[in-house]
């Protein structure tokens, strides 16, 4: 069982950073591989981010490559989300994940409540 709460959301203007937190319970952490998604409203929830269990392998989703980058620290059961050059479109609710790891949100067994993200122009 691994409990995921996530931190770091907030408004910031467009072309600012944020970095997200998601910290895990449980002394498992470091056997997932975890991944960032995210949802606006009236909008399906989408891939963002993933990152394997030892932290050599990422991908991103084509909206954010370049911008954002994912990034792990298995002694601090945690997993990080740094965004940079946000645009209003990247405003949603975000999510961590634990799991297979991949892009598909059914890969992914654990969820955080979400932190809200909003980017005004």
């Known amino acids: 069982q691994v409990q995921l709460v996530e931190s770091g959301g907030g408004l910031v203007q467009a072309g600012g950073s944020l970095r997200l937190s998601c910290v895990a319970s449980g002394r498992t952490f470091s056997s997932y591989n975890m991944g960032w998604f995210r949802q606006a409203p009236g909008k399906e929830r989408e891939f963002v981010t993933t990152i394997n269990w030892s932290g050599n392998r990422m991908d991103s989703a084509d909206s954010v490559r370049g911008r954002f980058t994912t990034s792990r620290d298995n002694s601090k059961n945690t997993v990080y989300l740094q965004m940079n050059s946000l645009k209003p479109e990247d405003t949603a609710v975000y999510y961590c994940?634990?799991?297979?790891?991949?892009?598909?949100?059914?890969?992914?067994?654990?969820w955080g409540q979400g932190t809200q993200v909003t980017v005004s122009s």
């Open positions: 994940a634990a799991g297979l790891g991949g892009s598909g949100a059914r890969n992914y067994g654990y």
